[in-house]
Structure formats: C-alpha cells, structure tokens
C-alpha cells in the first residue's frame, strides 16, 4: 500500500495483535494518510438468527469460537480519527499506537484471546 495507491474515501484495516479495525481515509500527504474509524457490526454473531452463526464451545480462558466472521462497515463521522506514517518499508503504521495498515475493510475479533 502506498500514498498514489490510496485515495481519499478508500476503506483501511488497522491490524492489532490478533483483531482488526476498519478505517476510512479522510486526508492523505506524500508521506501520511489521515484515518476515521468506521462504525462496524458483526453480522453472525452467537446470538443471531443467521444461519452461519458462530458457535462457542468449551475450552480456553473462557470458549473456543469457531466460525466465520461477517460484518457490516460504515464510516463513522463521529469516529475517533488518528494518522498512519510510511514507513522506510513501504508500509504505514498509526503513529499511536503502531498498528500496521492494509488495503480493504478486514474487521475481525479474536473471542479465543
């Protein structure tokens, strides 16, 4: 990912130890881009009516999740907004609190952590 890769509007992924916040793009430099984190909801989860639910089971700290994971992402103009640097590796990283980005809206949580 890079600064001509990423326009302003683009959805990003801010990728922690083991989940993963969408973002959105809100301004950009040569050298930064500027993200607001999206309003997200988890679909399936273990209460839904969805046919793909996710399932707990037993095992653990407190169960084993196990499923797929679908969410609906939006931006948030109310979102908490930080900035992303490029890094000498070609990759940004939220100033922060070092959280790698991606191109794409990823959301994920780690229940099993």
């Known amino acids: 990912m ?5 326009q302003i509007g683009d959805g990003v992924t801010a990728c922690g130890w083991s989940d993963r916040q969408a973002a959105t ?3 950009k430099t ?3 881009i500027t993200i607001q984190y999206d309003k997200q909801k988890l679909i399936n989860h273990m209460k839904s009516n969805e046919p793909d639910k996710l399932t707990m089971s037993v095992g653990g700290f407190c169960g084993h999740a196990s499923g797929t994971q679908r969410w609906k992402c939006e931006p948030d103009v109310d979102g908490w907004k930080t900035i992303a640097r490029l890094r000498k590796n070609g990759r940004f990283y939220c ?3 070092g959280r790698q980005l991606i191109e794409g809206r990823f959301p ?3 229940f099993n952590f």
Do not use: E, R
């Not at 890079?2 to 990423?6: H, L, M, V």
């Open 95 to 97: 100033s922060k609190d």
């Open 2 to 6: 890079n600064t001509d890769s990423i």
């Open 30 to 32: 040569a050298k930064s």
């Open 25 to 27: 793009v809100i301004a």
């Open 108 to 110: 994920y949580y780690d």
